[in-house]
């Protein structure tokens, strides 16, 4: 009996620990996104919540959120679309508890034998909730997101999967921190030979997180807001942080299988603190890229979002196992 309680405790403060941290980090890139989007359109941003800065702009919107009323259309899927906006959070928390921050053991991170494996078939957990919530809406516009969304998923994942493979052959482990420590072991990060791979990773995840240049499924200047047209309140608050947050975690997995993850050259791996803050680092890079290209690049139509998948990187990624593959067994 005492076993289970104190198994049971330590399960809810994990949770509780998780859940606390998607919150923050949403919070963290939105006021980034904010800033950075004026500074590259010349505007000053916010500024009056929180003072000179404006940093409580976006404790100041959730509020709003939270307060405002909760419609369901009169025709919708009423559990489905009650839940659907669940999934993207629920996703980005069990992404979390898996990418290693430092060397040292640490209780909430979990190092599964699989565990690229395990990322890779989380991370399709936002795109049910998009598809969920896109039929569930009983809206043309919603649904024509929804579809959009699925038909990314297919083209993106792939290619995605397969610039992972070339990092696995590599590392000889598919366990998430097996690969940085493969990595700390040849004091180089495998970006140096898997660049094209590297790529390919951070060209496929920006897909899959919908952002520009990759929004079709939002698409405002034609579906209106796509799947979340008609999500309001806190549900609309949900896939608005599941976004950011995936922004992180996506950018923390590309830093792990590419990056060296906590490493880095003249750094002691064996320091938590030092290992949080280098993984941070390296993420608001990848992260600040992102934002860089949603403000810097037009909407892709939806052939020439296709097109590249299918023509250019699945090929390419391809072409890159294949020879990561052959160096592996020459060399």
Do not use: C
């Amino acid at each position: 009996m005492t076993l289970a309680i104190v198994f049971w405790a330590e399960l809810a403060i994990k949770i509780g620990i998780i859940a606390a941290a998607v919150p923050a980090i949403g919070m963290v890139l939105g006021f980034a996104e904010m800033k950075l989007s004026a500074h590259m359109q010349s505007r000053i941003g916010p500024y009056f919540a929180g003072g000179r800065f404006g940093w409580m702009q976006l404790i100041a919107d959730g509020v709003k959120f939270m307060q405002k009323e909760d419609i369901i259309p009169a025709d919708a899927d009423r559990p489905v679309f009650r839940w659907a906006p669940a999934l993207p959070l629920i996703g980005t928390m069990a992404l979390l508890v898996i990418v290693p921050i430092s060397a040292a053991e640490l209780g909430i991170i979990q190092d599964l034998e699989v565990g690229i494996f395990y990322a890779l078939a989380i991370s399709s957990l936002s795109t049910i909730g998009v598809l969920m919530a896109g039929w569930s809406s009983a809206n043309k516009y919603s649904l024509m997101g929804g579809l959009r969304a699925a038909g990314q998923l297919i083209a993106y994942e792939l290619p995605l999967v397969l610039a992972v493979v070339g990092v696995v052959i590599q590392a000889g482990t598919m366990s998430m921190q097996g690969i940085v420590e493969a990595q700390t072991a040849q004091a180089w990060p495998y970006v140096v030979t898997q660049f094209l791979g590297f790529g390919i990773f951070f060209i496929a995840a920006l897909a899959e997180l919908n952002r520009i240049p990759f929004d079709m499924p939002v698409a405002e200047s034609e579906l209106v807001m796509g799947y979340v047209t008609e999500y309001s309140g806190f549900r609309f608050l949900f896939f608005f942080l599941a976004e950011y947050v995936n922004m992180f975690t996506m950018s923390a997995i590309a830093v792990t299988l590419f990056l060296g993850g906590y490493w880095f050259w003249g750094i002691p791996t064996d320091s938590a603190l030092l290992g949080v803050i280098v993984l941070l680092a390296k993420s608001f890079v990848l992260v600040f890229v992102m934002i860089w290209f949603r403000w810097t690049f037009p909407r892709f139509r939806e052939d020439q979002l296709q097109t590249l998948a299918w023509k250019w990187l699945i090929p390419l990624s391809v072409l890159n196992v294949i020879a990561t593959g052959a160096f592996k067994v020459l060399l």
